[in-house]
């Protein structure tokens, strides 16, 4: 495990036995890992909104993922001013954030530049038959 997301998580996990952050509720690749997949993208970095999870943080804002006619999802560019290059700068932003708490993320969105308001929600509520042993 890398020592910075190390240092994000113990601390986490050692007072409540599990990792709790907000969570945007999106698959996102990284426009860096598309192009070297030899994908064209209209912007040189960002993360692509490739699906929303229903009832997350994403879809509950109106972001949007690849659509059915095969059209682009939303690029986010920026969160709060800080440039969005892979999951891990997304990561240490919301390190820095509550569940409940709004970030205004710079959306590429068919060829424009938007600002988003997003509620950041938790994980959604899993339901457990047995009692919880360790990490998952």
């Known amino acids: 495990m ?3 997301i190390a240092k994000r998580v113990i601390p986490q996990i050692l ?3 599990e990792v ?3 969570k945007l509720g999106a698959s996102l690749p990284s426009i860096e890992q598309l192009k070297q997949q030899g994908y ?3 912007v040189d970095a960002g993360l692509l909104v490739y699906q929303t ?3 997350g943080s994403a879809e509950r804002a109106g972001l949007r993922g ?3 006619d095969g059209s682009i999802g939303d690029i986010l560019l920026s969160a ?3 440039k969005l290059n892979d999951l891990d700068d997304l990561y240490r932003l919301f390190d820095k954030k509550q569940i409940g708490d709004t970030v205004n993320f710079e959306v590429y969105r068919a060829g424009k530049t938007i600002t988003v308001p997003v509620k950041l929600l938790g994980s959604p509520a899993r339901t457990r038959t047995q009692p919880r042993r360790g990490v998952e």
Do not use: A
């Open 66 to 68: 690849l659509g059915s």
């Open 40 to 42: 064209r993208v209209p």
């Open 15 to 17: 007072q409540f036995g």
């Open 2 to 4: 890398p020592v910075n």
């Open 20 to 22: 709790r952050r907000p």
């Open 53 to 55: 999870q229903p009832g």
């Open 80 to 82: 709060e001013g800080q």
